[in-house]
């Protein structure tokens, strides 16, 4: 079944790097492909009226990823971007501000955050020809009140000396691994996400031992955050364990002799896939315009201006992670990770089990 689901995907191709046929001699080639799309070309249109006003965005994402975005947006359009950032409680403030929120834009990590943002009614239906065009179906809903810019896979950091070329999501439960594995909270929602993942392809019940099997494999509590993995790794207290890709990106890139730089040279990235798709857990990040937007037009316009060649650009080198936009290039250190082929089953289908995987981690006591 899950392959038919993944043959009936196929016009959405998400294989963002692809090794070549030189790749027996070792050589890695980065192809962007959205097989069956059309890469259109980008036309912004923000209205007068926009551009003489400011776009409100609030969001939960690094200042450091999205002043350098907001900077080009306004270079670009002269519309100014006023950007609340919040570490958490971004649906809260939205609700509670209600009919009188300024936010024009509502940007988050995570499909459970913008789905949660869309069931609480806080984004507006937007129609964009633009935003249609660039981004994938299956990485924006249905209604236009969610959008993808850009993906996220959830890798295997793994210590360099380890003979290991190949890794599923299964085998971080093998006996094999017992003392070995080092991960964040299972309730963190990068780990939810891909719980509920687990649980879309394998049911309840394989998930639950799944996890019973990581428990029994931690070498420490889960907790702390997913470049703790490679700090880990490094110390010797673990061997393994799961944590994104991009801040594999970030560290092994950051100053020579800095601890980040020490953390990531300690590790080797493997992109693990699930035994039954052959697909890697990839999440998203994204956003879409506020229920109340006082300024929908501007808020349409930094969306588009989002998927731009430019715009994508920026996620892929400030941030190393996957542009949605077809045909603009990885960073180079996640390209040298590899092939990455996604796992093509919906976010929204995985996300209907976020709450399963969430009592199932309280069942467990997975993070105690
Ligand atoms: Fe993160």
Redo the contacts with the bound molecule.
């Keep these: 079944m899950f392959q038919r689901f993944f043959l009936s995907f196929s016009h959405f191709t998400c294989r963002l790097a692809q090794r070549s046929a030189t790749a027996a001699a070792g050589r890695l080639v980065s192809a962007v492909r959205l097989v069956g799309l059309t890469a259109l070309a980008l036309c912004l249109h923000p209205t007068a009226q926009a551009q003489t006003q400011t776009v409100n965005l609030y969001t939960t994402r690094?200042p450091g990823l999205m002043q350098p975005l907001l900077d080009a947006f306004t270079a670009q359009t002269g519309i100014k971007v006023a950007a609340v950032f919040l570490k958490d409680g971004l649906l809260e403030r939205v609700k509670a501000e209600g009919a009188n929120s300024p936010a024009d834009v509502l940007m988050v990590?995570d499909i459970g955050n913008l789905l949660d943002l869309s069931e609480a009614k806080l984004f507006q239906n937007i129609n964009s020809d633009v935003l249609n065009a660039t981004i994938p179906a299956p990485l924006r809903s249905g209604d236009g009140t969610w959008f993808a810019f850009s993906l996220?896979d959830r890798v295997l950091y793994a210590d360099k000396s380890l003979a290991l070329e190949s890794f599923r999501y299964e085998d971080l439960a093998s006996p094999a691994y017992k003392g070995k594995v080092c991960i964040r909270s299972g309730q963190h929602p990068?780990n939810n996400a891909l719980i509920a993942s687990m649980i879309a392809h394998r049911g309840l019940e394989q998930t639950e031992q799944w996890l019973r099997g990581i428990k029994t494999n931690l070498a420490r509590k889960a907790a702390g955050?997913?470049r703790d993995v490679a700090r880990d790794i490094l110390g010797g207290i673990c061997d393994l364990g799961l944590a994104?890709a991009?801040?594999a990106g970030q560290m092994k890139t950051a100053a020579t002799g800095t601890e980040a730089r020490k953390w990531g040279d300690a590790i080797k990235v493997i992109r693990p896939t699930f035994a039954q798709t052959g697909g890697t857990f990839v999440n998203i990040s994204g956003a879409g315009v506020a229920a109340h937007a006082p300024n929908k037009a501007g808020a349409i316009a930094f969306l588009e201006y989002l998927t731009s060649e430019p715009a994508q650009n920026l996620y892929a080198r400030l941030n190393f992670e996957y542009p949605v936009r077809s045909g603009v290039a990885l960073d180079p250190t996640v390209e040298s990770f590899g092939f990455l082929t996604a796992d093509l089953t919906p976010l929204t289908e995985i996300a209907k089990h976020r709450k399963e995987a969430s009592l199932l981690v309280d069942r467990l006591g997975f993070d105690r």
Aim: proline share 0%; no cysteine; glycine share 12%.
């Design positions: 690094e990590v996220r990068y955050g997913d994104n991009y801040y």
